[in-house]
Structure formats: C-alpha cells, structure tokens
C-alpha cells in the first residue's frame, strides 16, 4: 500500500478525480489538497470527497465548510494550507506520502515546489516521489516537431528538454518553471483574444 498526496490548484482538480479513484480503489490511502482562488470555484466537491480518504480545502476568499470529520479547511492559499496542516497533522501525516502528484498554474506548482524542498523538508520522506503535470502550450502533438511543447529540466546542474507533449507527467525536482512560466506567456495574446470572442457570443 502507497499513500498518495494529490495537490491540486483551480481547474487542476478536474484531471486528480480519476487518479485519486485510482489509488483508492488499489488500497491505498489519498491525502488531497484541493485549492481555490474564490469559494463558488469549488466544483464536484462529492466526487473530491469519494477520491479521498482526507480533503484539506484551501481558498484564499473564505473558508469552505467541511462535511466530514476527517476533512480540513483553511482559509488560505494551497501552499499555506500544506503548512498549517502539517502543523495540525490528523490520520494522514506528511511522512507516511510515499508519492504526490501536482497539477496546477505554474506559480502554485512552483510554489509547492519550493515548500516541499525548504519547510516541509524535514517532515516528508526523503524517498518520496513527485510529479508534476506540466500544461505547456502545444500545437502538433507529434513528439519533436514543433516543440511549442519544450520543456526545460535541470538534473545536478545539467540541463535536458523534453516535448511535452509526448509526456506531461515530469518529475517535479527538475522542472525548470521559470522556463514553463515564458513559454506560458506566449500564449497570452491569444489567450486574451479568445476570451473577448467568448464575451462577445455570449453577451452581444
Ligand atoms: S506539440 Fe509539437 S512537438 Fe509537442
């Protein structure tokens, strides 16, 4: 049996629900840190729950209302959240997570990344693994054609890049973010674009 922590950010949760049914259904337990930025983001909180063996909410507007008595709720951000937890550990401690899985924007990713490796060092296994689901823009899906997908890695000072779209699943310790963070931004006018199309069918 493995204990899994799931940490997911806004739309993020929306991929962890299968992955935390998963391991449930393997026997193993699930810790799953779930955060908003606003209360009415929360969504499919019944199917977070029936993924979970422990929910610690999050939301940096308010506090989310908890309906079981193993759950959690701060109000904070995710990062925050993962700390005062820690400091107020219930059934699942952060030393008994032998693997965590991250899906979020690339700031909460980077930032979970940072806490794992400074703060909550001392209280994780030293062996546990940690993947990140990287949402680089991509455009052809055909594994090293375009590379709108590449992603930089370091590992011991070296660097390797690796398409995206061949794997978005990476081991979170050599996920260059800042990296992931400019070819984000390279989307951004488009990105804008289609949200004026967006408000423009739906309210004119
Ligand atoms: S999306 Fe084109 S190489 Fe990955």
């Not at 401690?93 to 909550?120: F, H, P, Q, Y």
């Not at 990287?134 to 690796?162: D, G, L, T, W, Y």
Request: charged residues 25%; contains cysteine.
């Amino acid at each position: 049996m493995k204990n899994t922590m799931l940490v997911g950010g806004g739309v993020g949760n929306a991929v962890l629900f299968s992955i935390g049914r998963a391991f449930i259904e393997r026997g193993n337990k699930v810790l799953y840190f779930a955060g908003y930025k606003k209360l009415n983001d929360v969504f499919k909180r019944t199917l977070i729950e029936n993924t979970s063996s422990t929910v610690v909410w999050a939301c940096e507007e308010g506090l989310i209302e908890t309906s079981r008595v193993q759950d959690k709720s701060f109000h904070s951000n995710i990062v925050d959240a993962m700390i005062s937890y820690q400091e107020n550990t219930s059934d699942i401690s952060l030393n008994s997570i032998d693997k965590i899985i991250v899906i979020g924007s690339d700031k909460m990713m980077k930032a979970v990344n940072e806490v794992r490796k400074t703060i909550l060092k001392p209280y994780l296994k030293s062996d546990h693994t940690v993947i990140s689901s990287v949402n680089s823009p991509m455009q052809c899906m055909m594994k090293e054609i375009c590379a709108r997908c590449i992603q930089r890695h370091v590992k011991a000072e070296e660097e390797s890049f690796v398409y995206s779209c061949s794997n978005q699943d990476q081991n979170m310790e050599f996920i260059d973010f800042d990296f992931l963070n400019g070819r984000l931004r390279q989307n951004s006018l488009q990105e804008k674009l289609t949200a004026e199309w967006i408000k423009m069918c739906l309210y004119t």
